[in-house]
């Protein structure tokens, strides 16, 4: 078992050897240490393996050592917002917390405005500005803070408000829980280590992230307004939903009946289901399922809105080992993992019923060959379709769905239409290749699986129905 331990350590020799012996000492290994002085003075990062008894005396352990020792100066003003709920006492602990911490209170401001909620501004005087760290980090735990400025004689404040402050402007926008928004520090400060192992600038991973958080909100609501296509193909009618962010929904009818692939971000399941059944009007009576072409975040969103799910065997098992609590494929990859993590949270994924899967054909997928292998043919309401799946240059369990009697391919991420870009969609995804260097978990297999294709395929004009983007016809010769 694994846990990552956000602690604030003074700027002096032998302050990290302690820690390490004290982890030492009680069994445990230290997998992970981030430090990076150009974003804050004072915050540590150190992920420690070990059971979990060990791991509650390591607690114990870094608690006693206090993680923090004074450092006097002259001190410090800092004003601070506290966002309580609108009820009595909610100030008590709040206040009883700034007490224990011996901090004089110089200023204090607030008024009701007629939401739940009421804001608190308090100037708070430090001597002993490194406390300060700790004091976020615990009272962040009671409500929403954010550092609106500070004044400094002659000492830096500890620049741990920084990772606070980040956290807490977007757990505002998105809605996130104070654990969450605990979460979403230590998963930033993971892509900020890889990326600054290949020498990026700390502070772009940051900006990345906000600007991934800024897209995601902006949208939502009345603001979610995809671009929609209807096409037709021989007796099948396509209608393609395109959000700004996340995965197409593509809805092919055929006999009457519904057969979507993929489901974007489980953050827009409302608003997506309300542009289906507008596009449909018998959306809630036509028989419907939906398959997936594979499991990443962002297409997995419309899940529930179906009584059953048609994955491939890999694909399957994507999910059933994120519901047994294990990592997923995507989740496997070190350089993708934060930023899956991040992309859970913000966009309050799921996880899949498992009664709802249905895995179609039992083929064995051989990983890392970059081949797409048959798994099996599947019908739906005169669909037929030859069921592919990859080897993991994209994800594990990708799936290509082939149609020969219509000519069409739903290929998921392995083709995507770049050039049929909304601005929006063009915007949001620049942001996944830089924060996991690539999109593709092996992208020379997954180099392979696409120059493939076209030989699966055979020679012919195809309908192509990717992932991101407007549809393609495809001429192979």
């Not at 902006?218 to 395109?242: K, S």
């Not at 399922?289 to 491939?312: E, K, N, R, W, Y």
């Not at 992309?343 to 970059?370: C, H, I």
Request: contains cysteine.
């Amino acid at each position: 078992m694994k846990k990552t331990f956000t602690t604030t350590m003074p700027d002096r020799v032998g302050a990290f050897l302690r820690a390490s012996q004290a982890i030492g000492e009680l069994g445990a290994n230290i997998t992970r240490v981030s430090y990076n002085k150009a974003v804050d003075t004072h915050m540590l990062f150190i992920e420690v393996e070990a059971e979990p008894e060990a791991l509650e005396q390591v607690t114990r352990r870094l608690e006693r050592l206090g993680y923090l020792h004074s450092q006097t100066g002259t001190g410090s003003v800092i004003l601070l917002e506290f966002k309580l709920k609108d009820q009595p006492g909610a100030l008590t602990p709040v206040l009883e917390m700034i007490s224990r911490f011996h901090f004089n209170i110089s200023y204090i401001s607030s008024q009701e405005n007629g939401t739940p909620h009421q804001y608190f501004k308090m100037g708070l005087f430090v001597e002993d500005v490194a406390a300060v760290a700790r004091f976020m980090e615990q009272v962040s735990q009671l409500c929403p803070v954010r550092v609106i400025h500070y004044h400094s004689s002659g000492r830096a404040l500890d620049n741990t408000v920084f990772y606070i402050t980040y956290a807490g402007q977007i757990g505002e926008k998105m809605g996130l829980s104070q654990g969450d928004r605990a979460r979403l520090i230590v998963l930033s400060n993971q892509v900020m280590q890889l990326l600054d192992e290949r020498d990026n600038p700390p502070y772009k991973t940051f900006e990345y992230i906000g600007k991934f958080a800024d897209n995601l909100a902006a949208f939502r609501g009345d603001y979610f307004a995809p671009r929609l296509t209807r096409l037709q193909a021989q007796d099948v009618d396509i209608l393609l939903l395109e959000p700004p962010c996340g995965s197409n929904t593509w809805v092919l009818r055929c006999q009457g009946a519904l057969l979507a692939f993929d489901g974007g971000f489980c953050l827009y399941r409302d608003e997506a289901a309300q542009a289906l059944r507008r596009l449909c009007p018998d959306f809630d009576q036509a028989p419907r399922a939906m398959a997936l072409t594979h499991g990443d975040v962002d297409h997995c969103g419309l899940i529930p809105l179906f009584g059953q799910v048609f994955v491939s065997p890999g694909c399957y098992e994507n999910f059933r080992l994120e519901n047994a609590g294990e990592r997923n494929f995507r989740e496997r990859n070190r350089l993708h993992a934060p930023y899956v993590g991040i992309s859970k949270l913000l966009s309050a994924y799921q996880a899949p019923d498992m009664g709802r899967l249905r895995p179609v054909g039992q083929g064995a997928p051989r990983p890392g060959r970059g081949e797409l292998t048959l798994q099996g043919e599947w019908s739906y309401h005169g669909l037929r379709f030859e069921v592919y799946e990859g080897g993991g240059g994209h994800i594990g369990g990708e799936t290509v769905w082939v149609e020969r009697q219509r000519r069409l391919a739903l290929t998921g991420d392995l083709l995507v239409n770049l050039k049929g870009f909304t601005p929006e969609q063009q915007a949001f995804n620049r942001l996944a290749p830089y924060l996991m260097t690539s999109v593709d978990a092996d992208p020379p297999a997954a180099r392979r699986q696409r120059q493939g294709l076209a030989q699966i395929l055979g020679s012919g004009s195809w309908l192509i129905l990717g992932g991101h983007g407007a549809a393609m016809t495809q001429q192979i010769p």
